[in-house]
């Protein structure tokens, strides 16, 4: 009021007042400042040209300017109305179906709109009421905020930061079958665990679809810094560029070592869950590895110096001597050497043993 009492001595204060709150309620509308672009527009070029432009035709325009007729002359009239109807729909659910689905979420936190449908439909057959189905007991659920979790941790709910992550996640590439007809370059990898006198020990495994090129490292730690640094020495030792990469969902895939695949852009796909089969190749090779070479070598495992040089020898022994029937009796860097004609030079380096030894 001591605001306004000196204001009503000037002449015409409430209708600038009027103008600029109108004005504010504008600019603060984007939607509003492209239709006033829009019928400018429309005035300086014609129909014809800002239906091109914008999509607007006449009858749109015409619209808009009744608007601003109507509110005489006020630019807030351009901002849209609210589509929010005026009476919205309440809730016809009973009191005593509320009561009940709460009074069952407090006692059992844990259990789900299915299995509380069970108990509900003897509850409203002993009482005379209508039943609801499994999606509205959900919605109740959720419109209440039926979680009772006295641990701090929330299960299930919607509202929550995990909920929301796993909402705005990156989606994965999945592929659905197991790498047929590829080129050189797809490899598929995998890790294998071994628990000796409770110590486990971690094989990082990758190899070639086509060639059947593989590389094997023993690690101590199952995670994807490691995962990263297996690829790095992967990518040193494997005789042609690498296309993509296909592996599991296990957590040592993720983080660091996807990140590093983005920066290299190297396509990562993944296989489906309990889906063994869509990786075969490496399965199989882990499965050679361990009958060949774990199973025979366990009485060294735990000397890492001594254990590392023979499973280099191994490796070198399974790409440059070991015949594979996939591959007509003939080695992994045999093939290399025909269809990619390479040189005797590069199948000598890579049968070097110093220098495999070296990178693993």
């Not at 009492?5 to 504010?24: D, F, H, T, V």
């Not at 299960?155 to 079958?177: E, G, I, L, M, T």
């Not at 992994?332 to 199948?347: D, F, G, R, T, Y």
Request: contains cysteine.
């Amino acid at each position: 009021m001591r605001i306004k009492a000196p204001l009503n001595r000037i002449r015409g204060w409430r209708r600038c007042y009027q103008m600029l709150s109108n004005l504010k309620n504008f600019s603060g509308s984007e939607i509003a400042n492209q239709r006033l672009k829009i019928i400018e527009f429309y005035e300086q070029y014609g129909e014809k040209a800002t239906k091109e432009a914008f999509g607007a035709d006449r009858k749109v325009i015409s619209r808009w300017r009744s608007r601003l007729k109507a509110g005489k002359g006020r630019l807030a009239a351009l901002i849209p109305y609210s589509t929010e109807p005026n009476r919205k729909r309440q809730s016809k659910t009973p009191i005593e179906i509320l009561e009940f689905i709460e009074n069952l979420r407090r006692q059992y936190p844990r259990l789900g709109k299915d299995k509380i449908k069970i108990f509900l439909d003897s509850f409203c057959k002993e009482y005379s009421l209508k039943t609801i189905s499994v999606s509205t007991i959900g919605n109740i659920i959720k419109k209440n905020n039926m979680f009772y979790q006295v641990t701090g941790k929330v299960y299930h709910d919607p509202d929550s930061k995990w909920a929301k992550n796993q909402v705005n996640r990156k989606k994965k590439n999945r592929v659905c079958y197991a790498p047929k007809n590829v080129d050189y370059g797809y490899i598929v990898s995998d890790t294998a665990q071994k628990i000796t006198d409770g110590i486990k020990e971690y094989f990082y495994s990758a190899i070639d679809v086509k060639s059947r090129f593989a590389i094997t490292l023993n690690y101590k730690e199952l995670n994807s810094r490691n995962m990263k640094d297996f690829y790095e020495r992967f990518k040193e030792i494997f005789p042609h560029k690498i296309k993509c990469w296909q592996s599991d969902n296990g957590a040592e895939h993720l983080g660091e070592f996807e990140q590093h695949l983005e920066k290299e852009n190297i396509p990562h796909y993944f296989s489906y869950p309990r889906c063994p089969k869509i990786n075969a190749h490496i399965e199989r090779y882990n499965r050679t590895l361990k009958e060949e070479f774990v199973y025979n070598n366990l009485d060294i495992i735990h000397d890492k110096k001594l254990f590392n040089e023979c499973l280099a020898e191994f490796v070198i022994f399974y790409n440059t001597i070991r015949p594979h029937h996939s591959l007509g009796l003939k080695t992994p860097l045999e093939v290399l050497k025909l269809n990619l004609q390479m040189s005797h030079k590069s199948v000598t380096y890579t049968k070097n043993l110093t220098f495999l030894k070296s990178m693993l």
